[in-house]
């Protein structure tokens, strides 16, 4: 029973191990944030104004690390890396308020949004192109200003993500990519320790890049 064990596991080893592969990307994507819409609490902790939802475009990028643990004279493979990324959105909407000093007053900042994501894929080889999907977990910073001041605040949120692309071989080092992925995170909120926080919600977001890959 010991031999049947270690000759399995050995067997095991030997098929993952003959196709692994490290790699190092980087991509550029465009975003869609989801009807971003910003709550701002009164002190009271009970009266709010509001801001109009409003869906954004934000430009970004990243960069990836990861290794992908091949099954020998099979095209199935599995990818485990890290992801780091950035995206900059601008929220530009009208407040909607109870205060007519106040209603109808443009909120205008700049948000950058900077994440780190573990995440694992499963990809077939066909031909030269591996088309994959894949899951990940991790942390997203973002940084803002409170209402259109110059007072900087930053909060750490989980998120998580789903994803599908392809990549395509222009040789056996070198993949371009495509990529699909749906992110969300927990509630966000801003607080600037004081009685000003503004609430943004959930930050829900389509976004594709391209990118490449190098395998060594």
């Not at 790699?23 to 002190?43: E, M, R, T």
């Not at 990940?136 to 909060?155: A, F, I, P």
Request: net charge neutral.
């Amino acid at each position: 029973m010991k031999k049947y064990i270690i000759s399995l596991l050995a067997i095991t080893i030997s098929a993952f191990g003959q196709e692994d592969k490290n790699y190092i990307g980087a991509s550029a994507n465009g975003a869609l944030f989801q009807k971003v819409q910003a709550d701002i609490p009164y002190a009271d902790k009970i009266s709010h104004d509001s801001t109009q939802p409003k869906s954004i475009l934000s430009p970004g990028g990243s960069v990836v690390v990861g290794h992908f643990f091949g099954i020998s004279k099979s095209p199935w493979s599995v990818g485990l890396e890290n992801e780091a990324s950035f995206n900059y959105m601008r929220l530009n909407t009208s407040v909607m308020s109870q205060n007519p000093f106040v209603n109808g007053r443009v909120m205008d900042t700049d948000i950058g949004s900077f994440s780190d994501s573990l995440r694992g894929n499963v990809g077939y080889r066909i031909g030269d192109f591996r088309p994959y999907i894949g899951t990940g977990l991790g942390y997203n910073y973002l940084e803002t200003y409170l209402l259109n001041s110059t007072q900087k605040v930053s909060t750490w949120i989980p998120e998580g993500q789903v994803f599908g692309g392809v990549d395509y071989y222009l040789s056996p080092d070198w993949a371009l990519t495509l990529e699909y992925k749906y992110k969300t995170t927990m509630p966000v909120k801003f607080d600037s320790g004081k009685a000003t926080e503004v609430d943004l919600g959930r930050m829900k977001s389509h976004q594709v890049q391209v990118g490449f890959k190098f395998l060594f």
